[in-house]
């Protein structure tokens, strides 16, 4: 079992354009268009809209410029974070990880 098992589309996308980061004149953005996240990830425009509306509003990215954006420092630690969660806890782990989250959080 993997971490995106268990992730929502906000962390998906927010995945995806953390991978397809790139530098443009020392400028880190990710020169993806809403249409091409939806078309990668299988999922529909409305869907991705929504959920960069979402994130934007939240402070999570932030459009520089048409089809650029950049994802905010607190965007970049989650999923940095979530991706060293993901190296520590291996197979059965997850699932004790899980256990314990809605335990604790229900």
Known sequence: M???DFL??????????????V????EIQIPLSQIQIADALGYSKNKVYS???KLQQE????????GKYRLSDTSIVIIETMEKLDKELKGDQ???????ILVMHT
Do not use: H, P, R, S
Request: hydrophobic share 45%; proline share 0%; glycine share 6%.
């Open 2 to 4: 993997k971490i995106n």
């Open 8 to 21: 929502n589309d906000n962390f998906i996308i927010l995945k995806t354009m953390y991978d397809n980061q």
């Open 23 to 26: 530098t443009v004149l020392n």
């Open 51 to 53: 959920v960069f509306k």
């Open 59 to 66: 402070g999570y990215i932030e459009a520089i410029g048409k």
């Open 94 to 100: 997850w699932w004790k990880f899980c256990f314990y």
